[in-house]
């Protein structure tokens, strides 16, 4: 019988969910200050930008939801100059770049009372999205996401990033988030990001804003609508 229980998809912005979620009811569930639409075996929220919001939802998704799994999606900062805006990432493990508990941990990153610093995606899940992923954009990837609360727009952080993580495939303000709120309540995970821009100097918000809503919101879309049946 196939799992009747919902996958929870979460976005930080409206402009990126919104083409997901035009043809959702939305739901009588309001949550934390949280933008929630069910329909069959989906649940999206939209829940602010930065990983206390990502966190809130996750956790609120796992109490009221039980879901099957939970996705994150939106945009991200590339990690490399040369990467084109629209690149399509799906999330291997995810790492809070900003974290830092040294001495009480060994390393940058390593989330205390966890003792990890890559929380890995579910293989099973990211591998599904990926898939679809490339029917649509044949140059999409898999790889690791660096999660911090600060938008990348200088190219010496976004250098210092790369070669401090450099199995690093993009920035967000989210997945980490959302990943240590799965792995801790037991819930398969991953995450689908689109490129906006090059993390640097270079970043112009209603340009960002813009492909959101014109580019990437129809691609997750695209893809999540592609694999609801199979997560």
């Known amino acids: 019988m196939p799992d009747s229980r919902p996958a929870a998809v979460i976005a930080a912005l409206a402009e990126e969910a919104h083409a997901l979620v035009r043809r959702m009811p939305r739901s009588e569930n309001v949550g934390p200050r949280l933008s929630i639409w069910e329909a069959d075996r989906l649940v999206v929220m939209v829940a602010g930008v930065g ?76 591998e ?29 952080v976004r250098d210092a990033l790369a070669r401090d993580f450099p199995q690093a495939a993009c920035i967000d303000m989210e997945t980490a988030a959302l990943a240590q709120v799965a792995h801790q309540n037991g819930v398969p995970w991953s995450a689908l990001r689109i490129t ?3 993390a640097d100097e270079t970043f112009d918000l209603k340009g960002v804003i ?22």
Do not use: W
Not at 60 to 87: E, W
Not at 210 to 231: H, K, M, P, R, Y
């Open 51 to 126: 990983k206390v919001a990502a966190a809130i939802a996750a956790q609120y998704a796992c109490d009221v939801y039980k879901p099957r799994c939970m996705i994150a999606i939106g945009l991200a900062g590339a990690v490399r100059a040369h990467t084109r805006p629209g690149q399509v990432i799906v999330a291997l493990g995810a790492v809070q770049h900003d974290m830092d508990a040294r001495p009480l941990t060994d390393a940058r990153g390593i989330v205390p009372g966890l003792g990890m610093q890559m929380i890995p995606a579910n293989p099973a899940v990211a």
């Open 128 to 156: 599904t999205l990926l898939r679809a992923a490339r029917y649509r954009s044949e140059d999409a990837l898999s790889g690791l996401v660096l999660t911090g609360d600060q938008i990348v727009t200088s190219r010496g």
């Open 196 to 198: 906006s821009d090059s």
């Open 210 to 231: 813009g492909f959101g809503v014109d580019t990437a919101a129809n691609l997750f879309e695209s893809i999540i609508q592609a694999v609801i049946d199979d997560l």
